[in-house]
């Protein structure tokens, strides 16, 4: 009996022992908003879609991020690229791409398993929304800009012949 009180007493001075010192150690407090968030190198956010140097889209259409998402969030419509519509590097392009925020669980599955390195996270997480409809982006919020210098997929007019 007296070693079960000196183990419970050694249990107790050991939990304030703790208490004591976290509470004299200094407060780390980030200043957000006011100052951006730190982030580490691996944080998964908001996802973004890729482009290349030349301000193609990286994504072919290939549905293995859909395939790979646990959560099923992420729709997928793809169509060909042809003569007058060059959209990616591929053969197909994504011409539909939404990923819904409300489902996604920010595993990062769908980002290994893209063969073209299209998808990848970002770090913004301010995702909040009052209406749950805000939360599916759609490929046109999650692409990056056209690179410096690149000039974006134009449609090209078929050449008329003289007569």
Do not use: W
Not at 51 to 68: I, N, S
């Amino acid at each position: 009996m007296i070693h079960e009180v000196f183990d419970s007493a050694s249990a107790i001075a050991k939990g304030l022992g703790i208490t004591l010192r976290e509470m004299l150690s200094p407060t780390i407090t980030e200043d957000y908003p006011e100052a951006p968030a730190l982030f580490q190198e691996r944080f998964r956010g908001k996802h973004v879609l890729q482009r290349d140097e030349h301000g193609l889209e990286k994504c072919v259409g290939c549905f293995l991020c859909a395939a790979a998402c646990p959560s099923d969030c992420i729709y997928i419509e793809a169509q060909e690229n042809t003569d007058k519509v060059r959209i990616s590097g591929g053969e197909r392009y994504a011409s539909v791409y939404n990923i819904d925020y409300n489902r996604c669980i920010f595993c990062g599955y769908c980002v290994e398993a893209c063969p073209t390195d299209a998808i990848t996270h970002g770090h913004d997480f301010e995702l909040a929304a009052y209406d749950t409809s805000a939360l599916i982006m759609r490929k046109e919020q999650l692409l990056v800009p056209v690179p410096e210098g690149a000039k974006p997929p134009v449609l090209r007019q078929p050449q008329q012949s003289g007569h």
